[in-house]
C-alpha cells in the first residue's frame, strides 16, 4: 500500500480541499503517513498570495526530492496554477496539477500526468462532499473564485471568476457535518460576499445565511468579507440569529483614502470605521479581525500614519498585517514609487505592536464575562485539560479534565490571561 503526505500552504480554503484530496486518496487505498521522509507520495497543496509563498513552495518540494529521490511530488493549488508553464520543467516536480485539477488526484497519481486547465474556462463550482471528519469544527467551501481584480492580487487568475457552490450542496454537506455530530460550521471560500452573484441578483449570502439557520447546526461562523458586502439588512439579521458567531474578518487592507483607490478598493477609510462602529455597537463584544497591507506603492509617510491612526482608534480587535509583495502581471507591479523593503519592515514592525495591543485589549474587555465554548475533541497536549472556543473567537484553557465534555457546548466564565498572554483560562459553570 502506497503511503501519501500532504503539506499544505495558505489560507482555510486550502485547508479544506486538502482534506477532500486526503479523503480521496484513502478511499482509493492510499495510506497517510504523518511524516513526509515514510511518504511515497508528496502532495504540496500551495498558496501564492506573496513571492515568498511562490519560492517557499518550490523550496518545499526540493528539499523533499532532495531527501528522497524517488518520492513522487504532487505540486497543486495556487502557485501551480500561476506558475505551471515555468514549472512544467522542474526535475524535482514531477506532476502539477491546477486548482480545480486536484480534485482528480487519484487519477493523476495513477497515471503521473499533470493537467492544469485555463482557470478562466471553469464556469462552474466543484462540488466536493466531504464524509470522513476529525475536526471539531467543519469547514465549508460555499464559493470559489473572485471578481474584483484588485491592483495588487492575483488570485483571479489563480481561482478565476466568482463560482457559488449551490444551496442544495450547502445544505446537504452540513447534514453530513451534523449526522456526524458536528457543532458548528465554518463558511469559507475565496470571496464568501459573492456568494450567489452568478445565480441571481436575488439571491445573496444572506439569502443563503436563511437557509442554513433552518438547518440542525448548532452554530455558524463565516470567512472574511469585503467590508462593501456588509449592509444593514445582513447586520440586522447576524445580531438576531441565535446561531451566527459574532466573530468577523474585514479584508480592509488599508484604511487611507488614496491608498484604497489606488489598491482598487471601492470603498473609504471613513466608510470601513462607521462599518466597524456599527458592528461593535450590533453584538456583544464581537471579535473584528482585519487585513492591513503595508508598503503599497506609492503610500507615502503620511498615508501610512494616517492607516495607522485610523486603525488605532477603530474597535478592531484583531489585525493581520502584511507587507506589500510585487506580484507579476498586476497593475501595482508596475506602479511608480515602489516603497523599500526596509521601509516596509519598519512599518509591519509598527503595525505589529499596534495588533498585539488590539488583542490584548480585547482579551481584557473578556475577562470576568460568561460565554459558551465548543469543546476541543482534543485535550490541550501541554496540560490536558479541555480547550475551547467561544463564538467572538477566544480559545479557553478550562480546569477540567473530563473528556466526557469534548465536542459539547458548555458555559464559561473566562478569568484570566496569563503573563505572556499566550494562554486565556476559564472555569466550566
Not at 72 to 79: A, E, I, M, N, R
Request: hydrophobic fraction near 35%.
Amino acid at each position: 500500500m502506497k503511503r501519501f503526505y500532504i503539506k499544505t500552504h495558505g489560507c482555510k480554503a486550502n485547508q479544506l480541499e486538502s482534506n477532500i484530496l486526503r479523503e480521496k486518496l484513502l478511499n482509493a487505498n492510499y495510506e497517510e503517513t504523518m511524516k513526509s521522509l515514510e511518504a511515497d507520495i508528496f502532495i504540496l497543496n500551495s498558496c501564492s498570495v506573496t513571492e515568498t509563498a511562490d519560492i517557499e513552495a518550490l523550496r518545499t518540494l526540493r528539499n523533499i526530492k532532495h531527501k528522497k529521490p524517488d518520492i513522487l511530488t504532487v505540486f497543486t493549488g495556487c502557485s501551480a496554477q500561476l506558475n505551471s508553464q515555468k514549472t512544467k520543467q522542474i526535475d524535482y516536480i514531477d506532476i502539477i496539477l491546477g486548482n480545480d485539477d486536484k480534485f482528480d488526484i487519484v487519477n493523476a497519481i495513477k497515471s503521473q500526468n499533470s493537467h492544469v486547465q485555463d482557470i478562466f474556462d471553469i464556469k462552474e463550482f466543484n462540488n466536493q462532499f466531504i464524509h470522513n471528519y476529525s475536526k471539531t469544527r467543519g469547514y465549508l467551501k460555499i464559493q470559489d473564485g473572485c471578481n474584483n481584480y484588485c491592483s495588487y492580487c492575483t488570485i483571479p487568475y489563480a481561482r478565476g471568476n466568482s463560482r457559488s457552490n449551490s444551496i442544495n450542496n450547502i445544505i446537504e454537506q452540513i447534514k453530513i457535518y451534523t449526522d456526524a455530530g458536528i457543532k458548528e460550521v465554518v463558511l469559507t471560500g475565496i470571496h464568501i460576499g459573492q456568494w450567489g452573484e452568478d445565480f441571481s441578483p436575488t439571491k445573496n449570502l444572506m439569502f443563503l445565511l436563511e437557509k442554513i439557520e433552518e438547518t440542525k447546526i448548532v452554530r455558524y461562523r463565516l470567512g472574511s468579507l469585503n467590508p462593501l458586502e456588509i449592509d444593514e439588512n445582513l447586520l440586522n439579521f447576524l445580531s438576531n440569529s441565535k446561531k451566527f458567531c459574532p466573530h468577523f474578518h474585514l479584508s480592509l487592507q488599508s484604511l487611507n483614502d488614496k491608498t484604497l483607490a489606488d489598491m482598487n478598493r471601492k470603498y473609504t477609510a471613513e466608510y470601513c470605521l462607521e462599518l466597524i462602529d456599527k458592528i461593535d455597537s450590533s453584538f456583544n463584544l464581537p471579535f473584528i479581525g482585519s487585513d492591513i497591507i503595508v508598503g503599497f506603492p506609492d503610500e507615502s509617510e503620511n498615508d501610512f500614519l494616517n492607516t495607522y491612526e485610523n486603525a488605532k482608534k477603530s474597535k478592531l480587535s484583531a489585525i493581520h498585517v502584511f507587507p506589500y509583495s510585487i506580484r507579476k502581471n498586476t497593475k501595482a507591479a508596475v506602479m511608480k514609487n515602489q516603497i523599500t523593503e526596509s521601509i516596509k519592515t519598519q512599518r509591519s514592525d509598527i503595525f505589529h505592536k499596534l495588533a498585539q495591543e488590539k488583542i490584548n485589549n480585547f482579551i481584557k474587555k473578556n475577562i470576568g464575562t460568561k460565554n459558551k465554548i465548543l469543546i476541543e475533541k482534543r485535550p490541550d497536549k501541554k496540560t490536558g485539560l479541555l480547550k475551547g472556543v467561544t463564538p467572538n473567537y477566544l480559545t479557553i484553557l478550562t480546569n477540567s479534565t473530563d473528556i466526557k465534555l469534548c465536542n459539547t457546548i458548555q458555559n464559561i466564565k473566562i478569568t484570566q490571561q496569563d503573563k505572556d498572554n499566550s494562554l486565556i483560562k476559564g472555569i466550566i459553570l
